[in-house]
């Protein structure tokens, strides 16, 4: 690296390391800062796909693997079909995400990157060091994406819940789906004491992604999960596909104050951030406005651990998976009283943290008596 002194240290190449790296060199502001983005792997697989809404068109639309304006919501008492106007559902695959982003970047003499693992970071006074086994790194601004689970399953201030799922992308012998329309979630499958869902998404009328997706504390069995999405083919009648690919996840859900762990040089981005919104695991969108506001922040050259993430929704996220990691079996009813009671726009803007509190309020009056008790149980807990 030479003498020169280093602007930013971004540690993961991964997705909230690249969108953070390509709005600080599409920014002019920072054209002469020098960028070191630190990587262990060759990031060019569809690991993950990754699906959000957005109104009209978006930076991300040249990029995009297929887009939905009609979805599905289903439980075992209620079926709804809503117009995502002025939404999209917009689905892009990692590997062409990663594909134009380390592109872009390799233009930039003014950016790094280095093939490495991370091993620790060391904040001191005004810099922080990343250590890794092709040596050591300093900067005044790290942006860390490496996520440590064991700080959310070291503590019991805050639940764990995980969003976890196994997908298939099959292929039928016959056109069998509906391609304009997405099944958001449909919880009209057993429970068996666990919040459950299909995720169901058309690429076109002979092939989809089909989801198998759990909100609970501990992963299953993977035969489980495959079973599940089985039975779902089957209950539809679509028993001859064959299975494209195959993925996995598990998302952290908790509102364990991530931030916290920032120093003045040294901030956690992404999943490791705190970025993942708890109540749903959807980490993509926040963390591109995350991001956009990050590099507004950053034109202020202010101590890093000064930079605002949190407001009243991490509260009311908070409630949410206190009582749904008490009533774990009863998830399907709580988001059957919000679908029911409130508009699927206004759901999306009270994830997106959009809503007034006169619509959360309203949100928050569509749970039954009971539900109601748990969420005032939950918040007396909080406060005393
Ligand atoms: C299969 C899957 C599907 C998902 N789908 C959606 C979705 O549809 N919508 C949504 O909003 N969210 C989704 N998510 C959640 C979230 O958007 C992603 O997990 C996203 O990748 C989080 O970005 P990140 O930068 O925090 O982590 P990552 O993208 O995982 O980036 C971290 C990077 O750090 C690197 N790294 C790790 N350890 C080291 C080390 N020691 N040294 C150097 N590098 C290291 C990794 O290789 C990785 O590239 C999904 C997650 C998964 C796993």
Known sequence: ??????????????????????????????????IVLIEKETKNTNDRTLCFWEQNSGSFDSLLYNKWSIAQFSSDELKLEFDLSPYNYKMLRSKKFYAQYYAELKKNKNITLIKAEIKSFKSEDNSSIVHTDKGSFISKFVFNSIFNPKILYNQKKYPLLQQHFIGWFINTTKAVFDPEKILFMDFDIPQNDLTRFIYFLPIDSQNALVEYTLFSEHLINKVDYENGIRDFLSSKGILNYTINEVEQGSIPMS??????????????????????????????????????????????????????????????????IDVLSKHNGQGSKLFERMFLKNSPLTIFRFIDEETTFIEELKIMSSFTFKQIGWFLKALLSRLF
Not at 14 to 33: E, P, Q, T, V, W
């Open 1 to 34: 690296m030479g003498n020169k002194e280093i602007d930013f240290i971004i540690c993961g190449g991964g997705i909230s390391g690249l969108l953070l790296l390509n709005a600080l060199n599409k920014d002019s502001f920072f054209k002469d800062h020098r």
């Open 255 to 320: 509102c364990f104050p991530l931030e916290k762990l920032n120093t003045t040089s040294l901030m956690h981005i992404g999943t490791a951030g705190g970025w993942t919104k708890a109540s749903t695991g959807f980490t993509f969108m926040n963390t591109n406005r995350q991001v956009s506001r990050l590099v507004e922040f950053l034109k202020k050259d202010k101590p890093l651990n000064t930079f605002k993430t949190i407001s009243r929704y991490r509260f009311y996220d908070m409630l949410f």
